[in-house]
């Protein structure tokens, strides 16, 4: 009987521990940020490198999504006639919706791997040591230039995964099904509001740069300094920011929902 | 002149395992002071609570006569300006190339022009005989030429303190030789105080003045080379003479072998 219970409020007490740690990390990666506004170039190496990484990624499954809305949407709008209302689906399947949650999906497995992986193996190597007996701080030089770059690389990206979305649902839609060119930008463009569809999107996609950027880099900087270590924190990198993600979409969408 | 550093009344555990109990040791300014013992005997520890990197549960560790205090990171990362650490295994930046990871500390404390920094950087390489290396990265040279860039990077400015965990570990013959011989010659260069953490007893013998010998978190013995060649204390004795038995047991702790053997195997 006993077992349960102990396990149960060891798991509690590790949590909370955890989730204390975390926020202190993130406080001190917050407090680090003015200093980084005297070398921005740091952040900017980093804005191009990550941004890199998930570029080819984003782009090519923008398209796919793209092409998936094109057809499920022209099959639901067709037995309702509306057809035309395809460019309107899918602007804003993508914009609302589609476009920040997947990009920060594929980002976490992209980027954010590979941010775990090199924190960790950087204190693996004990470069992050190295560096704080040169009297620098690992988490102003290494990781905030990285988390502010995640935070934001992942709007753009969402940008770009959304824009190429809605050319993937037009080659579908309008070249190759053969719906009115015309009906289907004039729609877009009537019904998609800036503020509501497109400022909304882009504020949940920079909280996911926030929580998946943050996931990533904790991860790797409280990473066992051992092969299996930073293999299982790259592991629970994806884990956790993929469900992070999911849960914040649904908590930002009820927000958002007037 | 007082010491550069002073351990009084040391003690540290890991948990419950103590590493380190009552310490008391002196690094004087200008000398090369070796930490000797086995593996696993605190040695790198030493070098950590110098560093401030861990806090020690009792006792003071004194730098440049203020007490090392972990938890005060500024005061931390004001004493490390003074300090070097050769790390290991290098500890160098892999994503960086040799000039860039010994520049590194210099664009990161000074204002210096890129054309000084330059010349700073290839005169350090220079003292480390690696200066044509310069544009390689970190995995395109062997480990005791990573080990000697790390020796540039950690004299990049000039330190007070120089601390070497392991410098000879894994070494061939000649870089071990390159190496002693490096470490003894900048410290006297740059007039600084060295603390070399080995276990390499020929090497450490021909540069250090002085030498501690620490088995079980304790200091056992301390003198100068000579002293402790003619030692005769039992642990110092095995440990110079290279003993497979002596105090330090060959085997494991734990229960004996016609024990084991009795037990059968565990159903």
Redesign the interface.
Known sequence: MMGPISALGRWVRESVTNAGFATRTFLALLATTPGLLRRPRLVTDQVHFIGNYSLVIIGVSGLFVGFVLGLQGYYTLNRYGSEEALGLLVALSLTRELGPVVTALLFAGRAGTSLTAEIGLMKAGEQLAAMEMMAVNPLQRVVAPRFWAGVIAMPLLAAIFSAVGVVGGYIVGVLMIGVDEGAFWSQMQAGVDVWKDIANGVIKSVVFGFAVTFTALFQGYEAQPTPEGVARATTRTVVIASLTVLWLDFLLTALMFD | MPNLVDISDLHFSYGARPILAGLEMEFPRGKVVAVMGGSGSGKTTILRLI?G?ITAQKGTVRFDGRIVNARD?AL???M??K???L???G????DLTVFENVA??LR??TRLPEELIRDLVLLKLHAVGLRNAAHLKPAEISGGMARRV?LA?AIALDPQLIMYDEPFAGLDPISMGVAANLIRRLNDALGSTSIVVSHDVHETFLIADYVYFLSQGRIVAHGTPQQMRASEDPYVKQFVHAEADGPVPFHYPGRALADDLMRGVPQ
Request: aromatic share 16%.
């Open positions: 560093g990197q990171s931390m990362y004001d490390r300006r300090m070097g650490m790390f290991q295994h500890a160098l930046f892999t590194f500390p990161e404390h790390a990077r």
